[in-house]
Nanobody
């Protein structure tokens, strides 16, 4: 019953920071045991877990992105955010936010996910 909606820019220039927001309804990001995750997928790459934040605001980052990402929550708005710095064309993908029950997920088969938002990296 949880509904997640991604929002943010569809186009980001190389070297800029991508900022995405996930708005959650039908559930609370403060619920014990929940992890709030970001995943992306490009046609040639398949799903790629980016990171997550848990109900205690502890972040978990994929080693592939650790130096470039920050994930935070906005409790009173029931939403959480992703910042991906220094983007390159390789970061172009559909970005999804979701609720899962462990930090790292293999695909959107785990948990509940939004419809995704397309991000293009181009100057």
């Amino acid at each position: 019953q949880v509904l997640l909606t991604e929002s943010g820019p569809g186009l980001v220039k190389p070297s800029q920071t991508l900022s995405l927001t996930c708005t959650v309804s039908g559930g609370s990001i403060l619920r014990d045991g929940d992890y709030w995750s970001w995943l992306r997928q490009a046609p040639e790459k398949g799903p790629e877990w980016i990171g997550a934040i848990d109900y205690r605001s502890t972040p978990y980052y994929s080693p592939s992105f650790k130096s470039r990402i920050s994930i935070s929550r906005a409790r009173f708005k029931n939403q959480f955010t992703l910042q991906l710095r220094s983007v390159t064309p390789e970061d172009a993908a559909v970005y999804y936010c979701g609720r899962s029950f462990r930090a790292q997920v293999r695909s959107r088969d785990e948990g509940s996910w939004g419809q995704g938002t397309q991000v293009t990296v181009s100057s």
